[in-house]
């Protein structure tokens, strides 16, 4: 499908401690797809749905690679959790996530409450939660939201504190769904990911 230089190459092995968290999109596609399946989506959310799905990722890609970040990895099938597990143990550090930043589909939440979670995202979470310190204010529906399977998600960027500020800029210049930070890098500590 193409060809790139290595050392224009952005890994998911490579995140800092004192790194600051960014994810580009707002999460909970894979809730919102299995409500619109079994027709229980309003319009609205239907045309939410498509409009994140095929906003692409190329913004993104060009702000983060103009200022230059640590690493970076795409949040699509094993969602949000999943992915900054890998992200994580690929680089020996830990990542606290704040729930309350966290950018969510509107009414996705509501969807979760009345039961439409897919499969793949109650897989995801069996397979990260015994990775995962979850806050005991969070709900099971606002866990599953962060191990929602997303379809054509975000980029989750892991970038230097100093750097922040120009970054979300850019995202925003680059007409970017979201430039929310999420979270932070930690050093390693006895779970690779605690949500606040």
């Given amino acids: 499908t193409g060809r790139v230089e290595k050392n224009n190459l952005t890994l998911n092995s490579t995140a800092k401690a004192g ?5 580009t999109k707002p999460l909970g596609l894979g ?5 619109i399946k079994k027709e229980k989506a309003p319009s609205f959310l239907i045309d939410e749905a498509i409009s994140t799905m095929t906003h692409l990722n190329k913004g993104a890609a060009e702000s983060m690679n103009s200022i230059g970040v640590h690493a970076c990895t795409d949040v699509t099938g094993y969602g949000l959790l999943g992915h900054l597990l890998e992200m994580c143990q690929a680089s020996e550090v830990s990542a606290t996530l704040e729930f309350n930043t966290i950018p969510l589909i509107q009414g996705v939440y509501e969807l979760a409450q009345k039961g439409f979670v897919p499969g793949g995202t109650k897989r995801n979470m069996d397979y990260v939660s015994s990775h995962v310190n979850f806050s005991k204010t969070l709900s099971k529906e606002q866990q599953y939201l962060l191990a929602d399977a997303q379809t054509s998600g975000g980029l989750l960027i892991s970038v230097a504190k100093e750097k922040v500020h120009n970054l979300q800029n850019l995202l925003n210049e680059n007409g970017c769904l979201t430039s929310s930070i999420i979270g932070n890098i930690n050093n390693l500590d006895e779970f690779p990911i605690y949500v606040d």
């Fill in 31 to 35: 809730i919102l797809s299995t409500a």
């Fill in 19 to 23: 790194d600051v968290l960014i994810l």
